[in-house]
């Protein structure tokens, strides 16, 4: 997310908005004020809060958010340059370029809302502290706040946002920690290990997706089922908890242990 905010930062604020719209009524989550009370408006530049992406007028008086989701894309097209014949929101800028969310695949997941600054506030205010950068101690009090399975917590955008389900993977296994460990039993050292790997990981990601690379070379865990582990050479493991999939090395973070697929052991129970 971060590396599309920087990408959006300086284009999105170079040209008034002449027309905002279409936007694709399942996309589009807020009828008041209509999407047109952007015309006419600039936009001050791309920021981010987790994985929402904020676009404020200049005027200081509305806010665009977007949230992608995981099929999301926004792009910013020049003028002239060939785009989506119907995306699921366009911004026509003066001077002919647009920004274009597409969403590939048929459900509509993604969403987008205009918003006043106040209603923007309080739409991310249920938002946990920023990831990157969390540092061991915040960590520390998150760990021993309640006691979760650490793959579940630190996919939970209410206390840590701007980790998602593939970068929990990278994280956890950066860390050798189990997926399913719970937080209030790490010890501090483990926690200073996990805090770690949050900046790393995410500070690799965020180089990668600037440099333009794809999943395959992002991920070195996530949906890599049957690859050799990076640092072990294992073969990686895959699980099911709750309604995701989790990928782990047995040898780095489990000690050698298989984890149990938590839906199935549910049902047999
Ligand atoms: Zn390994």
Excluded at 71 to 99: D, S, V
Aim: glycine share 8%; aromatic share 6%.
């Amino acid at each position: 997310m971060e590396a599309w905010r920087r990408q959006l930062d300086g284009p999105v604020s170079a040209f008034p908005i002449a027309k905002a719209g279409p936007a694709h009524i399942a996309t589009l989550k807020t009828f008041d004020p209509p999407l047109s009370a952007l015309d006419g408006r600039g936009f001050e530049g791309a920021r981010r809060r987790a994985k929402r992406l904020l676009f404020p007028t200049d005027d200081g008086e509305l806010v665009l958010l977007v949230h992608l989701m995981t099929a999301g894309r926004l792009r910013y097209l020049q003028a002239g340059e060939q785009g989506p014949k119907t995306p699921a929101l366009q911004i026509a800028f003066e001077g002919g370029a647009r920004l274009v969310l597409t969403e590939a695949g048929s459900k509509k997941r993604a969403g987008v809302w205009l918003l006043t600054p106040e209603a923007a506030a309080a739409e991310l205010e249920h938002l946990g502290p920023e990831a990157l950068h969390l540092g061991a101690e915040p960590l520390a009090e998150i760990c021993a706040d309640e006691s979760r399975r650490l793959h579940s917590l630190l996919r939970d955008q209410r206390v840590i946002a701007g980790i998602g389900r593939a970068w929990a993977n990278e994280i956890l296994h950066r860390a050798r920690l189990s997926p399913y460990a719970l937080s209030r039993d790490l010890t501090s050292e483990e926690v200073e290990r996990l805090a770690a790997a949050i900046d790393a990981e995410l500070e690799r990601g965020l180089e990668l997706r600037e440099r333009g690379a794809k999943d395959k070379r992002t991920y070195r865990v996530h949906d890599a089922l049957d690859e050799p582990c990076y640092v072990c050479g294992m073969p990686i493991a895959r699980v099911d908890f709750e309604e995701h999939t989790i990928y782990y090395c047995p040898e780095c973070q489990t000690g050698g242990r298989i984890l149990k697929d938590r839906r199935l052991s549910r049902l047999l129970r």
